[in-house]
């Protein structure tokens, strides 16, 4: 059983105050919804849990629970938390031209385990499962990471590294905009196998329609730098009657 | 301190090689024909060295690219000879030397002669037999003093006639002093399958190096020539100031790679040109990775309908380097094409400019050039600058498109946020914006190149 406990979390962009005291808690094998106005903070709770330079933590803390092992992963650096088992999903995630998604993932993996992985061909067939099962092709693995990626194939390709490095928790930064249908389907599927396999996920949305594929235990509301509501089913049928700007409103 | 010093000679320490022949400092009438008398040179070379002396003691420094006035020929000594004998043993050689070469994956036989523990690298025993088939299809590869001795008539022939002394103020220079270099001839309609290769090497302080290449490759032939470096490290500034000519005959294809890795103190100022005849294909493929700085454009003279040349060039500077190249397209003839692909990475406070000169004749009809340079800065510290010049008499058409970014603060963020390290990540990053480039280069030196990139991000990490 793992968790992320954030506590009290405050937050500065530059000068600017955006978390003001945040309290949530994820939990392995659990999917729970953040929700909220845009400027609410959503993102910047994502970029400081990851450790994102130019987000300034002006106090609190965010502890990663293992059984009875427990760190502040506030005092590491990005890829060391990335090591400890944090991942997030970047709404618009960078290109980088010339390393191949496959080559991305080997490296994510080798430094996962700290070794070369033993068997390649296995590795291989995993990543190539997965990715068809997110509807991508095995030449999709060749390219360059986020050049050329359509919309839907940015969010395929990372929702295709949730699946490889399987994280202790992930954040997923609106991984389910700008999906067509068949897309979001696949998509949340693969959120939902993250979850049975272990991870404790937290997804950040706009979208209700993507509730109708990934049901969260539990949801929650974070407008203006603090978590304003927080609830669950009731809280998905009170926005569904609702509407979300009503809900974000009380 | 360590900012301005990397840890990134590999292949460079003193060495104690002892010098049978050698020059005095400095450079008169009296050095050259010492020069050319050790070397037994037929008269009308050593009126040529002569000549060109004088050329070089009129004309100016240049005033552009970079900066030259650390450059004092009174100190430099511009004639030594090694002498065959082995002046080390290979436990001699530092730990760290050996196991750089052992990361990048140095072949046994040539760490010896890197390390300094051979004298001279032994073509012979890599190339021997392929050098056995080479000569009995009437390929010519020689070193250019005995190919001087060899086929005098040939050399004559040829010999500054693309690069000629009064080109620039080190074309001069290299004339005067020259030593060492190849000589290539490939008869007509005959292809070599395996590329050729030299390797140069600095042997002394203070020396400069002066290799004079000449590549004739007749009708329809086909050759590739690597060329790589490296080099001590010594205190004061080494010059190396080098001449290719390559002749490209009707239907020829020529590629000239280049590996520069020459250890940081090194001033390295190159004059590389080709012709090329009706339907030739010229290709460079230009890695700068070494040296204090470099001045090197490779030229092209389309000369011939439908000639083509292309040039695919990598720089990458770090501290204290600058590295100024780019390349050059005359299109004299109708249907001609040209590309560059350019791609530069500076880090650490290093500088890299791009000079790109298109210039379009009267008879160019319908000719094509297309230039693209990408540049890469990786810190506040370091600079990227390009100064294209194009001289277009719109018979053809040109495209030129240039780009400079700074690297992706959020590209080393996605990285490390899939547990990938900050060394590591910038070597990937480099790696992959130059990569169009290295695929083309022999995967051999390929993945010397890409180890290469990562020791020296690891470098610049540890700042």
């Known amino acids: 059983m793992n968790s992320l406990e954030i506590k009290n979390l405050r937050v500065n962009a530059g000068t600017k105050e955006i978390l003001a005291g945040v309290n949530l808690t994820i ?15 959503k993102s910047t709770l994502a970029m400081a849990v990851t450790g994102a330079p130019g987000y300034r933590i002006m106090g609190g803390e965010i502890i990663l629970k293992e059984g009875k092992k427990s760190i502040n992963i506030l005092k590491l650096p990005t890829e060391k938390r990335a090591k400890a088992g944090i991942f997030m ?16 993932l080997r490296l994510a993996l080798r430094s996962k385990h700290g070794r070369t992985l033993a068997n390649f061909v296995e590795f291989f067939e995993q990543i190539k499962n997965s990715a068809e099962s997110l509807g991508l092709r095995e030449e999709f693995l060749k390219r360059s990471i986020n050049e050329g990626f359509s919309g839907g194939e940015r969010k395929k390709a990372e929702t295709l590294q949730l699946l490889t490095i399987k994280p202790k928790i992930a954040i997923l930064d609106e991984l389910d905009t700008g999906l067509d249908l068949e897309a979001l389907k696949m998509v949340a599927k693969g959120v939902n196998l993250a979850a049975r396999e272990g991870a404790g996920i937290l997804m950040i949305t706009h979208n209700p329609r993507v509730l109708e594929y990934i049901k969260p235990e539990k949801i929650f509301v974070l407008a203006g730098g603090v978590i304003t509501r927080s609830g669950g089913e009731e809280l998905v049928g009170e926005i569904e009657e609702k509407g979300y700007e009503k809900v974000f409103q009380t | 301190m ?16 002892g010098y049978k022949n050698r020059t005095r400092a400095g450079l008169d009438s009296q050095v050259v024909e010492q020069i050319s008398d050790r070397k037994k040179e037929p008269e009308w070379m050593r009126k040529k060295r002569l000549a060109a002396l004088s050329v070089f003691e009129k004309k100016e420094m240049p005033k552009w690219g970079v900066d030259l006035s650390e450059i004092d020929p009174t100190r430099t000594i511009f004639y030594a000879k090694p002498t065959d004998k082995d002046s080390r043993s290979w436990d001699e050689v530092p730990e760290g030397i050996k196991k750089t070469f052992e990361r990048i994956g140095v072949p046994q036989a040539e760490r010896e002669y890197l390390a300094g523990v051979k004298a001279q690298y032994e073509s012979e025993v890599i190339y021997g037999s392929l050098k056995n088939e080479l000569e009995s299809r009437g390929v010519i590869f020689e070193s250019m003093d005995s190919g001087l001795a060899k086929y005098p008539e040939l050399v004559r022939e040829y010999f500054g006639k693309l690069v000629p002394m009064e080109d620039n103020k080190f074309a ?18 005959v292809k070599v399958g395996m590329p050729l290769s030299a390797y140069f090497r600095m042997n002394l302080a203070r020396m400069g190096q002066f290799e004079r290449t000449l590549i004739v490759a007749d009708e329809g032939s086909f050759v590739h020539y690597i060329e790589g470096c490296t080099a001590p490290i010594y205190t004061t500034d080494s010059l190396h100031a080098a001449v290719v000519e390559i002749f490209v005959k009707k239907g020829a294809r020529v590629r000239y790679t280049t590996l520069q890795n020459w250890s ?96 379009e004749g009267p008879k160019a009809f319908n000719s094509k050039t297309k230039v693209r340079c990408d540049a890469l800065i990786l810190d506040r510290m370091s600079r990227s600058d390009t100064y294209p010049v194009l001289r277009v008499s719109g018979r053809g058409t040109v495209e030129h498109e240039a780009t400079v970014s700074r690297i992706g603060e959020e590209q080393l963020f996605y990285l490390q946020s899939r547990g990938i390290g900050g060394t590591e990540a910038q070597g990937m990053i480099v790696n992959g914006f130059i990569e169009p480039i290295v695929k083309e280069i022999p995967v051999e030196y390929a993945v010397e190149l890409s180890r290469l990139i990562n020791l020296e991000m690891e470098g610049a990490g540890d700042e």
């Open chain 2, 264 to 359: 940081t103190n090194v001033i390295n100022l190159v004059t590389k040109r080709a012709r090329v005849e009706e339907e030739g294909v010229m290709e460079w493929v230009d890695g700068n990775l070494g040296s204090k700085k470099t001045m090197k454009y490779p030229g092209n003279i389309l000369a011939g309908r439908k000639a083509r040349g292309d040039i695919l060039s990598i720089a990458v500077a770090g501290a204290g380097q600058h590295l100024d190249t780019g390349g050059k397209f005359i299109h004299l003839a109708p249907e001609t094409s040209a590309s560059m692909i350019s791609r530069s990475v500076s880090f650490g406070g290093g500088r890299t400019s791009f000079r790109g000169l298109v210039d």
């Open chain 2, 2 to 17: 360590k900012k301005f010093s990397r840890p990134r000679y590999q292949f460079g320490f003193h060495d104690r090689t």
């Open chain 1, 27 to 41: 939990n392995s094998g659990r999917v729970q919804v953040l929700m909220g106005p845009n400027g609410g903070g």
């Open chain 1, 89 to 104: 999903s970047f709404q618009n995630p960078v290109a980088i031209p010339g390393v191949s998604v496959f080559e991305l």
């Open chain 2, 172 to 189: 001069a220079l290299n004339g005067a002093v020259w030593s060492g270099g190849s000589l290539v001839y490939i008869p007509k309609g």
